[in-house]
């Protein structure tokens, strides 16, 4: 099981790959500044609709970054019989870091082929918009949509067993959607919320009956 | 001008208040795993819609860790004439770091006279629903709406001058906010694109007209 957290040991982080903090000295209207930030990779995010049973195929997985915004370290320890892994579980949409060379979408379908087992054309892809997260990083995250049938799914999805992923593949009715926009006891990020209101807008008309 | 932006320098960062990065080692279902994430502040975010004049009240000002992530450094310099601040102007919600003690009820209504300027009932602040970074920080970002009138401007707004900022009051009509979502070319964090589609399935339809 994804959530069977155990062992668990917090440190200090000093030579991360993925999180390297900088500090930036800069002038604004002739004023001495200075700012902390790191460098993250950007990503990409994929909104997928499965049009034969009209399900959002989203991914749960174990988020360490939650689970440890969530529980209480001691002495670098987490007592996981008071804080269960539960506590680090998210609902997502199908998303990969841009660390690879290749065009955004072409990293979109592998990533939709990894986690979810859909096998799609990149012609297929519709891209939504770009954000960014704004304090911390800069990153860009750019969002698709995408529209699949049962025939495309071709393997499980859940992730590289090489590199370690565990996701479970989560199919969410689109009735139940407005209801899981809203609700707090599960932890989500917005990308997620904003892609479900724009298909509500944009799309819901061609699939709700 | 906030974006008149000279003499940047970039160096690593060890020692930041802001950005603390930890490495979390556990066991998932028996399997060894390390993940570096950071603890950064949870936040709070106010949509705020100006009923007199059915505009939304906006703020506007330069992030560095957006410029930074726009630019080339070279050198642990960036080049202000080929790399100008404007770079790094996005357009945000009202928001605040969750770092000072009190109810965060509390503290989204100072944010709102510090930087927009007006003096907001706490009881007339709506909480919408909350989110969580999932990959780096696992911070919680509450959302908020709050309605205003002309006559609850109070201030100028702008920020703290004894804290250097430098935010600009924007005003958004109603009748633009559809386009101005999706558009690419101002950089914009998620929640404000999902705050204004709660508001559009949710709100506007008391005012458009």
Redesign the interface.
């Given at each position: 099981?994804?959530d069977?957290?155990?062992?668990?040991?917090?440190?200090?982080?000093?030579d991360?790959?993925?999180?390297?903090?900088?500090?930036?000295?800069?002038?604004?209207?002739?004023?001495d500044?200075t700012?902390?930030?790191?460098?993250?990779y950007n990503?990409v995010i994929i909104l997928i609709f499965n049009v034969t049973r009209k399900v959002f195929i989203m991914v749960k997985q174990?988020?360490?970054?939650?689970?440890?915004?969530?529980v209480e370290v001691e002495n670098g320890r987490i007592d996981t019989t008071k804080f269960p892994?539960s506590l680090g579980m998210?609902f997502?949409l199908c998303a990969g870091l841009v660390d690879k060379s290749g065009s955004i979408e072409q990293l979109a379908k592998q990533e939709i082929l990894e986690e979810c087992g859909y096998d799609v054309k990149v012609e297929c892809l519709e891209r939504?918009?770009?954000?960014?997260?704004?304090?911390?990083?800069?990153?860009?995250?750019t969002l698709y949509y995408v529209e699949v049938t049962d025939e495309m799914k071709v393997a499980a999805g859940g992730g590289l067993t090489e590199e370690?992923e565990?996701i479970e593949v989560i199919e969410l009715p689109l009735k139940d959607t407005k209801h899981f926009?809203?609700?707090?006891s599960i932890?989500?990020?917005?990308?997620l919320?904003?892609a479900f209101?724009?298909f509500?807008?944009n799309k819901a008309k061609n699939h709700e009956n």
């Open positions: 099981m994804a069977n957290i155990a062992d668990v040991r917090v440190l200090p982080c000093t991360s790959k993925y999180i390297r903090p900088f500090r930036i000295h800069y002038k604004q209207d002739g004023i500044k700012w902390d930030y790191m460098k993250v990503s174990f988020r360490p970054a939650v689970y440890a915004a969530r892994g998210t997502e939504i918009t770009s954000t960014r997260n704004v304090g911390t990083s800069g990153s860009l995250q370690g565990m926009i809203m609700d707090e932890p989500k990020p917005p990308n919320q904003f209101m724009w509500y807008a």
